[in-house]
C-alpha cells in the first residue's frame, strides 16, 4: 500500500497524504493540523496513541510533526 492511500483519520477519510502536503509547508503543530484538516477532532484515535489504546490506527498525528 502507498503512503498516499492510507488513511490516517478514519472519520473523515483524510489521507495521510493530505496531512503530510501541509506539513510539508510548515504546519508544526496537532492543533494547526486540526484547524486546516479537521483530522483528529472526532474521536481523536488518530491523534495519538494515548487515545488509540486498541491501536486501530496505523499513523498517528503526534508522529507526523517530530
Same mark, same amino acid.
Given at each position: 500500500m502507498m +503512503? /498516499? /492511500?492510507v488513511i490516517v483519520c478514519e472519520c $473523515? @477519510?483524510?489521507s495521510l497524504k493530505e =496531512? $503530510? @502536503?501541509i506539513v510539508e #509547508? *510548515? !504546519?508544526a %503543530? !496537532? &492543533?494547526e =493540523? #486540526? %484547524?486546516y484538516t479537521k483530522a483528529g477532532t472526532i474521536c481523536k484515535m488518530c491523534v495519538s496513541k494515548k487515545y488509540d489504546i +486498541? *491501536? &486501530?490506527r496505523a499513523v498517528h498525528l503526534e508522529e507526523l510533526i517530530k
Amino acid at each position: 500500500m502507498m +503512503y /498516499e /492511500e492510507v488513511i490516517v483519520c478514519e472519520c $473523515l @477519510k483524510i489521507s495521510l497524504k493530505e =496531512i $503530510l @502536503k501541509i506539513v510539508e #509547508q *510548515g !504546519i508544526a %503543530s !496537532i &492543533e494547526e =493540523i #486540526q %484547524s486546516y484538516t479537521k483530522a483528529g477532532t472526532i474521536c481523536k484515535m488518530c491523534v495519538s496513541k494515548k487515545y488509540d489504546i +486498541y *491501536g &486501530e490506527r496505523a499513523v498517528h498525528l503526534e508522529e507526523l510533526i517530530k
